[in-house]
């Protein structure tokens, strides 16, 4: 990777992917350098992503989706990227969509610019438990959120180097990122994406998901009103 001659990549963490993220890689380059962070894979999900045209950057042991970008963000700081666009390793976002984030930032530079899903579109467990996090954040930090767990974005420098303080390893270190946002005054921008689910059986439990989901909307708030990370 040259930092000379690059200024945004993808950056794709990814856990026990190896039948899927060759593909996804391989439709990614076709836009962006990529960068797989193997966040303590038992299969063979580095071995794939090298053979697709990705540089892997493997971390031991398994240590959560957060953990697994902050080391993406720092790898991509080192070589001196601007932005990253993130994006899951099992297909659910079509990387055909990147020019989609690149547009947004070159129309107007800023630090986040999130993919919007269609939440019609979800199987109904997953809809009613974004539409009441949506919800729930939106009150908590007094400003319409309308998605705020798509992994699907584009990550400013500023912002990827104010998240390399967080500890966060769940869901709420996305979310963190938007209410740094707040709290900096950093415009946030949402791009349309497409929702794109398989077979798989989610293990969602909605009662569960809403009490979590509540005491991260409240550590939001706290920070967006000027806490720290």
Same mark, same amino acid.
């Given at each position: 990777?040259?930092?000379?001659?690059?200024?945004?990549?993808?950056?794709?963490?990814?856990?026990? @992917?190896? *039948? %899927?993220?060759? =593909?996804?890689?391989? #439709?990614?380059?076709?836009? $962006?350098?990529?960068?797989?962070? /193997?966040? !303590?894979?038992?299969?063979?999900?580095?071995?794939?992503?090298?053979?697709?045209?990705?540089?892997?950057?493997?971390?031991?042991?398994?240590?959560?989706?957060?953990?697994?970008?902050?080391?993406?963000?720092?790898?991509?700081?080192?070589?001196?990227?601007?932005?990253?666009?993130?994006?899951?390793?099992?297909?659910?976002?079509?990387?055909? @969509?990147? *020019? %989609?984030?690149? =547009?947004?930032?070159? #129309?107007?530079?800023?630090? $986040?610019?999130?993919?919007?899903? /269609?939440? !019609?579109?979800?199987?109904?467990?997953?809809?009613?438990?974004?539409?009441?996090?949506?919800?729930?954040?939106?009150?908590?930090?007094?400003?319409?959120?309308?998605?705020?767990?798509?992994?699907?974005?584009?990550?400013?420098?500023?912002?990827?180097?104010a998240m390399l303080e967080s500890r966060d390893d769940g869901f709420a270190f996305e979310v963190e990122m938007i209410a740094?946002?707040?709290?900096?005054?950093?415009?946030?921008?949402?791009?349309?994406?497409?929702?794109?689910?398989?077979?798989?059986?989610?293990?969602?439990?909605?009662?569960?998901?809403?009490?979590?989901?509540?005491?991260?909307?409240?550590?939001?708030?706290?920070?967006?009103?000027?806490?720290?990370?």
């Amino acid at each position: 990777m040259d930092p000379a001659a690059v200024q945004v990549i993808a950056l794709i963490p990814a856990h026990d @992917e190896a *039948p %899927r993220i060759g =593909a996804v890689v391989r #439709a990614t380059v076709a836009h $962006l350098p990529v960068l797989v962070v /193997d966040d !303590g894979s038992t299969d063979a999900t580095s071995a794939e992503a090298d053979a697709a045209g990705a540089l892997v950057l493997r971390q031991e042991p398994n240590q959560g989706k957060g953990a697994a970008l902050r080391a993406g963000f720092a790898r991509a700081m080192a070589d001196g990227i601007l932005a990253v666009v993130t994006l899951d390793g099992d297909g659910q976002h079509d990387p055909a @969509e990147l *020019p %989609r984030f690149l =547009a947004a930032e070159g #129309a107007q530079p800023g630090e $986040l610019v999130i993919g919007r899903r /269609d939440f !019609g579109r979800m199987p109904i467990v997953r809809r009613l438990s974004n539409i009441a996090g949506t919800v729930a954040l939106s009150a908590a930090v007094g400003r319409w959120i309308p998605d705020n767990q798509s992994g699907y974005r584009l990550i400013g420098r500023r912002l990827m180097a104010a998240m390399l303080e967080s500890r966060d390893d769940g869901f709420a270190f996305e979310v963190e990122m938007i209410a740094v946002c707040l709290r900096e005054g950093w415009p946030i921008r949402w791009v349309p994406i497409s929702t794109i689910y398989g077979d798989e059986r989610s293990h969602i439990r909605p009662l569960h998901h809403l009490r979590d989901f509540l005491a991260v909307a409240r550590r939001a708030r706290r920070i967006a009103r000027g806490g720290p990370v």
